[in-house]
């Protein structure tokens, strides 16, 4: 018999909020989902890693960006859970959702610097977004976090 979904650990996880000089965010359509979802770079934390760390070698795998300043990261763990239907899913099955760091990092090269295809395809397309498109984008369970990292960035973003 699976686990209750409540009892089940939180997976530890980055997000990466790419910035550019006008302050919209690289946002990347999901090459695996379908109807199209549209998210920010992230992913798992390697045991032993630091979240920081995670977050740079994740941007670089998803998106080819290596050239950023890192500006800013969420103090503390943000927090979302799978949606039921999920859960019994593949690596969903040994989580209840995800913990995430939200690292801010502004883009220092060029849009020609972009490569999807730099390791494992996640994204199929991508382009860059105001914040507020960026909410009414991403899938609804992962809005109150993408909504927190956001906020916490906000001064640096546009609108």
Not at 26 to 42: H, S, V
Not at 46 to 51: A, F, L, S, V
Not at 100 to 127: M, N, P, Y
Request: hydrophobic fraction near 40%; aromatic fraction near 10%; glycine fraction near 6%.
């Amino acid at each position: 018999m699976a686990p209750e979904p409540a009892t089940l650990p939180y997976r530890p996880c980055v997000g990466i909020v790419l910035i550019n000089d006008e302050g919209k965010v690289l946002i990347g359509r999901r090459a695996d989902m379908k109807p199209a979802a549209w998210q920010m770079p992230q992913g798992g934390v390697d045991d032993g890693e630091d979240p920081l760390q995670a977050g740079l070698r994740e941007l670089a795998e998803e998106t080819g960006v290596t050239a950023c300043e890192v500006l800013d990261i969420t103090p503390d763990w943000l927090t979302y859970d799978f949606p039921p239907e999920a859960v019994r899913k593949g690596i969903k099955s040994r989580y209840r959702g995800q913990k995430q760091k939200w690292i801010l990092a502004r883009f220092t090269g060029s849009d020609k610097d972009i490569h999807l295809s730099a390791h494992t395809v996640e994204f199929d397309a991508w382009r860059w977004a105001d914040s507020d498109e960026v909410l009414r984008l991403i899938v609804e369970f992962k809005r109150p976090v993408y909504q927190a990292a956001l906020d916490r960035f906000a001064r640096f973003l546009s609108r």
